[in-house]
């Protein structure tokens, strides 16, 4: 059973950085579809990134492109997201989600563009605060 625990998430100033933890204490396997998403108040929970294990390939939504960096120790069964250049607008309680099954990237692929409903074992969040 996957069992996910985020850690990481304080209250920085823009432009700032932070390093979110995802540790999975449960079952894995070499070829999982792992995300993170976020959820602001009174908006809906969305995709911020995803990484196939198999590969290491991995997804990143437009609005985090060239700020975020999603990465995993397998050794560590460790999944991070690093975030650099934080602006106010990145305030939100972050996720850590496993998708439904993986297998191939192209299965991953496919659960990155349904999003939340395809990922099913989620974490309780930590919450990431950007100030101006």
């Known amino acids: 059973q996957v069992q996910l625990v985020e850690s990481g998430g304080d209250s920085v100033q823009a432009g700032g950085s932070l390093r979110l933890s995802c540790v999975n204490s449960?079952?894995?396997?070499?070829?999982?579809?792992m995300g993170w998403f976020r959820q602001a108040p009174g908006k809906q929970r969305e995709r911020v990134a995803a990484?196939?294990?198999?590969?290491?390939?991995?997804f990143s939504a437009d609005s985090v492109k060239g700020r975020f960096t999603i990465s995993q120790d397998n050794a560590k069964s460790t999944l991070y997201l690093q975030m650099n250049g934080l602006k106010p607008e990145d305030t939100a309680m972050y996720f850590c989600?496993?998708?439904?099954?993986?297998?191939?990237?192209?299965?991953?692929?496919?659960?990155?563009?349904?999003?939340?409903?395809?990922?099913?074992?989620w974490g309780q969040g930590t919450q990431v605060t950007v100030s101006t």
């Open positions: 989600a496993a998708a439904r099954s993986a297998g191939t990237w192209g299965v991953c692929a496919s659960s990155w563009s349904a999003g939340p409903p395809a990922f099913v074992t």
């Open positions: 449960g079952y894995t396997s070499s070829r999982d579809c």
């Open positions: 990484i196939y294990t198999g590969t290491g390939n991995t």
